[in-house]
Nanobody, 122 residues
Framework: VQLQASGGGLVQAGGSLRLSCAAS????????MAWFRQAPGKERDFVAAISWRGNPIYLPDSMKGRFTISRDNAKNTMYLQMNSLKPEDTAVYYC????????????????WGQGTQVTVSS
């Protein structure tokens, strides 16, 4: 499956962005999906994951209340709604697909998008 992330950009602190991840070439609804992010000089961090049917989902406590993950299997697309953005959210955001659930480990996701840059100014 091929993944294409989009929706990144420059936003002021406190603002919102909605990332999208469009899938093609596979059966989207067969895959658990996730978002990761990587800031310069740092490791790739888990952001959120969503199961095949859209429920359950998993977000770390630090993301709860600000980020929401969702998917539309009819559109082969996953989303990440990010609100109340902070400068420390600045990173390249990657979408990923895998067959393991639940997992936050990057190695469990076999397919990756190219990443979309999110920059939050203070």
């Amino acid at each position: 499956v091929q993944l294409q992330a989009s929706g990144g950009g420059l936003v002021q602190a406190g603002g919102s962005l909605r990332l999208s991840c469009a899938a093609s070439g596979g059966t989207f609804s067969s895959y658990a999906m996730a978002w990761f992010r990587q800031a310069p000089g740092k490791e790739r961090d888990f952001v959120a994951a969503i199961s095949w049917r859209g429920n359950p989902i998993y977000l770390p406590d630090s993301m709860k209340g600000r980020f929401t993950i969702s998917r539309d299997n009819a559109k082969n697309t996953m989303y990440l709604q990010m609100n109340s953005l902070k400068p420390e959210d600045t990173a390249v955001y990657y979408c990923a697909a895998g067959l393991t659930w639940p997992t936050i480990q990057p190695n469990d996701y076999a397919y990756w998008g190219q990443g979309t840059q999110v920059t939050v100014s203070s």
